[in-house]
Each structure stands twice: as structure tokens, then as C-alpha cells.
């Protein structure tokens, strides 16, 4: 759930073309009576008393997973969980009421293959862990809060190479390149477009979700990361130069 100043007071947004493939108790439409307009069938899908209440998670964790790398989801267990497909392999944003003590232990318990890199902080509660079978990426774990993920573009090539490289084995848990620019944490997972991307678009002048659109792609297909793109877009303003319109020439 985000709070935002891009959402009209009293309202909410809520996607409604996710289904229970894609996310725990997605339908929209179950929180809504099935009323329906008598002469059309329109359904009153729009108009709704809604109640909101924080989850208290203690755990939230990003998992990536080969396509084929496992056959069945017991992370879907998790008191939440939304599945976001990417090329090559298939993103889960988890998270749990329930702690978890041992995570080596548990990642045992979820999916096939041995740890092969791991950095763990057990002040924290963060962990990075992934595993490399035959030289093949096979699934990539961060346990912290999404806004700690790298960009995700570079992650999602590595589970397109045949073999990986040692350098890129070696950066696996950086989850970039060294000295590479970080994205930042995606935005739109549609199009893989991280918030620094976003946010330094805006900067150079592209202060609306058309413009953004234009330039990266994002927003521009399920269309859920609106909301946070008009959120950004309130934030920067202040910091955006003009944009001068083209020149044009008449001869
Ligand atoms: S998340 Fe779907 S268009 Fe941005």
C-alpha cells in the first residue's frame, strides 16, 4: 500500500485486471457487492466503502526464479505474495507475519539447488543469497524492504546467458555491475524502469506521466505505477528545469 498526494482524498486505487495468478487475493471485484445496473449489467464495480489496515510484516523478501527452476511455490505460503513475470525468469515480491530463524534453512525447504553466494547480516535481518547450477543463474533472493533492491534489468540478463561470466558471478549478490549506474528500485514492472531513471527524467524537464511515457516506456501498459509516477513527479517538480519546445524551421 503507498500513501500518496497523487490520490484524490477519500479514494482509492486499486488495479483491477490482476487476477489469483499474479497475486494473493487479487480480485478487486470479490471486495465489491455484485450489484449490477438492472438495464445494462453494468456492474457497480467503481462505488464501494473501503477500510484499510496495515499488515505487520516481519519479513518482506524479493525473490527471482529461473523459468523451470522450480516446480511448485510453497512461498506462496507467505501472507503475501504478487508474481510479476519477467523475461527469463519470474519476480515474487513476498512478505510474512511470521519471522523466519533460519533462511538457509528455509530456502532449502522452497527450491531445488544449493546456496552458491550468500552475504548475510544477522543485525539486521538482511540477506542476499543465489544460486548458479551448470553456470546457469537458477533463482536470486534479497531479504530486506524492495526499496534496497538494485534495478533489476541487469539481474534479468544474467538469467538469459548460457554460462555466466566469473565477473558476473562474482556481482551476483551486488546485483550490478561494478561502477555501473544503479536504476534504482523499479517503478513500472512492466518495463523494468527504475526511480532514479524516472526521477532523472523528470529533472531534465519530463513533469507528466505522457511525458515519462515517451521518453521511458513506463506507465504505458497495465498501468499500476500511475499513482507513484504522479507522486514522484510532485516530489521533483521543484527541482525540474523547462523543457524549451523544438525549434522549427519554416522555409
Ligand atoms: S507497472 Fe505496468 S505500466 Fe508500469
Known amino acids: 500500500m503507498r500513501v500518496s498526494n497523487a490520490q484524490r482524498r477519500g479514494e482509492v486505487f486499486v488495479p483491477i485486471h490482476w487476477t489469483d495468478c499474479f497475486t494473493q487475493q487479487a480480485r478487486s471485484s470479490a471486495l465489491i457487492d ?8 453494468q456492474p457497480e464495480s467503481k462505488h464501494g466503502a473501503v477500510a484499510l489496515a496495515p499488515l505487520a510484516t516481519d519479513w518482506q523478501a524479493t525473490l527471482l526464479v529461473a523459468e523451470g527452476a522450480a516446480e511448485s511455490t510453497p512461498w506462496c505460503a507467505s501472507a503475501y505474495w504478487t508474481r510479476i513475470p519477467m523475461r527469463g525468469c519470474q ?14 534453512a528455509q530456502l532449502r525447504t522452497w527450491l531445488p539447488g544449493d546456496v ?12 542476499r543469497a543465489a544460486c548458479v547450477e551448470n553456470g546457469q543463474l537458477r533463482w536470486w533472493l534479497m531479504v530486506g ?33 561494478d561502477g555501473a549506474a544503479d536504476t ?7 518495463h523494468q524502469v527504475g526511480q532514479t531513471t524516472i526521477v532523472n527524467a523528470i529533472r ?46 519554416v522555409v
Not at 538494485?150 to 534479468?156: I, R
Not at 514522484?232 to 527541482?239: G, K, M, S, T, V
Request: aromatic fraction near 4%; proline fraction near 8%; charge should be negative.
Open 34 to 41: 455484485s450489484i449490477t445496473d438492472p438495464l445494462s449489467g
Open 91 to 104: 519476480r515474487w515480491q513476498l512478505a510474512n507475519t511470521q519471522s523466519v530463524d533460519d533462511w538457509l
Open 116 to 127: 552458491s553466494v550468500v552475504s548475510q547480516d544477522p543485525t539486521n535481518g538482511r540477506l
Open 145 to 177: 524492504p524492495p526499496n534496497e533492491l538494485p534495478g533489476l534489468a541487469w539481474l534479468e540478463a544474467r538469467f538469459n546467458e548460457t554460462v555466466l561470466s566469473d565477473t558476473h558471478r562474482r556481482r551476483l549478490l551486488a546485483g550490478c555491475d
Open 184 to 190: 534504482g528500485p523499479v517503478v513500472c514492472s512492466c
Open 204 to 249: 531534465e524537464g519530463d513533469t507528466s506521466v505522457e511525458a515519462l511515457g515517451a521518453r521511458l516506456a513506463c506507465g504505458t501498459q497495465c498501468g499500476s505505477c500511475i499513482p507513484e509516477l504522479k507522486s514522484l513527479i510532485e516530489e521533483e517538480r521543484p527541482n525540474a528545469r523547462t523543457k524549451q519546445p523544438l525549434a522549427t524551421e
